[in-house]
């Protein structure tokens, strides 16, 4: 079984596939452990006096041993979604690969214990080499960017809602939100996309029959169809709303300038019946001003009833159904 042999801050595993992973939680780079380990693979002092530069960065490189053995370095950011109201945190972790010895610092303790479940423990003892222990921990990993996409699918599908049935200005602000969430996921995944490029590199064809590196590079495949379908959503949802603004506009402005037209006959009568003459028409009767009320009325129904026979009102007056769209 997979046990570690120490527990002080450091765990050591040795594998069924005769390999070893040393899991360490350290802030000292100069701790007695880091110390054991630079003498134990004398190549990883490198990488450790480059891991103290690397906080908050992500990190890859692939060199060769002696020009022949491949040797995979970096550090890694990622989000732990955890909890049943799902909860996000960043955190980091720092790999060295080589033969024989996988090295992982800071991995964080839910992901650590995931990995301690008896399905991926079982497939940590069937990996042959401390690249497929590797692919099966990034895999492992690239599972909260499942729990998060799923929970921003859920977010954008209440935001496809409420743009069909109240589409309000505040949803843009919405649709932005998802955009930065959706770009802040992306910039964290493009590590792992560098990842499998990076493996490939360094171990070329020798990792085809490794069912652990294919299902790690199918799950990124799958989380990269992901990425490109919400992308194209979120600009459809973008285009949606310009358009929606765009014929709101128009409308509007086609409503106020019938309305203006309409009214117009008051306003040229109230301009010459308010000048200050004497002599003007029916200013002086008694049914004067019902007849200049009647002409206004008159004027402003023929008004509308000429437009609205050269097809120029169309459906501009007429009541918004609940149920419309826009």
């Not at 090295?103 to 839910?110: E, F, R, V």
């Not at 799950?219 to 973008?238: A, G, K, N, P, S």
């Amino acid at each position: 079984m997979l046990r570690p042999d120490q527990s002080d801050g450091r765990d050591v595993y040795a594998l069924a596939g005769g390999w070893t992973w040393f899991d360490i939680r350290t802030n000292d780079w100069l701790s007695p452990w880091i110390g054991e380990l630079r003498t134990q693979y004398p190549y990883t002092g490198e990488w450790f006096d480059l891991a103290s530069s690397l906080e908050g960065r992500n990190y890859l490189s692939v060199r060769f041993k002696g020009g022949v053995e491949p040797v995979l370095m970096g550090s890694m950011l990622y989000h732990v979604t955890e909890g049943a109201p799902q909860v996000s945190r960043s955190e980091q972790f720092y790999f060295y690969v080589e033969d024989g010895v996988l090295i992982t610092i800071n991995l964080d303790d839910y992901t650590r214990n995931a990995l301690a479940e008896k399905d991926r423990r079982a497939m940590l003892h069937q990996c042959e080499r401390p690249i497929d222990g590797f692919c099966v921990l990034a895999r492992a990993i690239l599972h909260y960017f499942h729990e998060g996409m799923d929970r921003f699918e859920r977010n954008l599908r209440l935001v496809e809602q409420d743009m069909q049935q109240r589409n309000r200005r505040s949803l843009l602000d919405r649709i932005l939100t998802a955009r930065f969430e959706l770009l802040d996921w992306n910039n964290l995944f493009i590590p792992f996309q560098e990842l499998i490029a990076a493996i490939k590199e360094g171990y070329h064809d020798s990792l085809d029959g490794s069912p652990f590196f294919q299902q790690l590079r199918h799950r990124v495949e799958r989380l990269e169809q992901l990425f490109r379908h919400y992308e194209r959503e979120i600009d459809t949802l973008v285009s949606i709303d310009d358009a929606v603004s765009s014929f709101r506009g128009n409308e509007i402005m086609k409503t106020l300038t019938i309305f203006t037209v309409v009214f117009m006959p008051p306003t040229v009568i109230g301009a010459i019946w308010g000048m200050n003459f004497e002599n003007l028409p029916t200013i002086k009767t008694s049914w004067g001003f019902t007849a200049i009320i009647l002409v206004t009325l008159i004027w402003m129904a023929g008004i509308y009833l000429w437009m609205r026979n050269k097809g120029w009102t169309g459906d501009l007056l007429r009541v918004k159904s609940r149920d419309k769209n826009i």
